[in-house]
Nanobody, 123 residues
Framework: QVQLVESGGGLVQAGGSLRLSCAAS????????MAWFRQAPGKEREFVGA????????IYADSVKGRFTISRDNAKNTVYLQMLSLRPEDTAVYYC????????????????WGLGTQVTVSS
């Protein structure tokens, strides 16, 4: 079973940028499709974006399309979420997740989760 640890969160002003990392251990990341989700206070966890095992396919939520980019380095067993033009509504705990199934936008498609990293965007 792969274990996931997110890092890179923090406090940033609106319009700023952050890069989150998700480091995997226990198994090679290339076996998994990977995704980022986020959960704001009082809201359900929502899909942000996902990347296929090879990195050849990505999908994004409409709310982040054009601002966020997912990438992966299978040699480093790490997935990244580059976030640009951050908005206060992007404030949330960001989670990475792994799936041995298909590339999915649903939480149910992912069986392994990290503990999350907090991103706070001030106005």
């Amino acid at each position: 079973q792969v274990q996931l640890v997110e890092s890179g969160g923090g406090l940033v002003q609106a319009g700023g940028s952050l890069r989150l990392s998700c480091a995997a251990s226990g198994r090679t990341l290339s076996s998994y499709n990977m995704a980022w989700f986020r959960q704001a206070p009082g809201k359900e966890r929502e899909f942000v974006g996902a990347i296929a095992r090879s990195g050849g396919s990505t999908i994004y939520a409409d709310s982040v399309k054009g601002r966020f980019t997912i990438s992966r380095d299978n040699a480093k067993n790490t997935v990244y979420l580059q976030m640009l033009s951050l908005r206060p509504e992007d404030t949330a705990v960001y989670y990475c997740a792994a799936s041995q199934g298909g590339l999915s936008t649903s939480r149910r498609g992912y069986g392994v989760w990290g503990l999350g990293t907090q991103v706070t965007v001030s106005s």
